[in-house]
């Protein structure tokens, strides 16, 4: 049974810095497509950062200099370090992993398999 857990979401300030992590068992991330998302009240999942199976990265515009997506194939684990916050990126924050080619990045179509998600809030 394949199983994302995301931990390390929280309430910071402005300025402030958190780091996602998502535990992955049941699944190799070695050669997946991993993504994170996050989702806002009233609004569309959305997709923040990824590596792909040729640990590509990708990032959104809005989050660019501020966040960084690393995995650890040995411990199976994936990784979003979010530096700078903002109150935009108040959200869910999902894990997401993934097989096929054929969406793009930041599609959700794209991943397979996802977890329950974290809160994050930025607060002013």
């Known amino acids: 049974q394949v199983q994302l857990v995301e931990s390390g979401g929280g309430s910071v300030h402005a300025g402030g810095s958190l780091r996602l992590s998502c535990a992955v068992s049941g699944y190799s991330i070695t050669r997946s497509h991993m993504g994170w998302f996050r989702q806002a009240p009233g609004k569309e999942r959305e997709g923040v950062a990824a590596?792909?199976?040729?640990?590509?990265?990708r990032y959104t515009d809005s989050v660019k200099g501020r966040f960084t997506i690393t995995k650890d194939n040995a411990l199976n684990g994936l990784y979003l370090q979010m530096n700078s916050l903002k109150p935009e990126d108040t959200g869910m924050y999902y894990c997401?992993?993934?097989?096929?080619?054929?969406?793009?990045?930041?599609?959700?179509?794209?991943?397979?398999?996802w977890g329950q998600g974290t809160q994050v809030t930025v607060s002013s």
């Open positions: 590596i792909d199976k040729d640990n590509n990265i």
């Open positions: 997401a992993a993934g097989f096929w080619d054929s969406y793009p990045w930041n599609s959700p179509l794209k991943y397979a398999y």
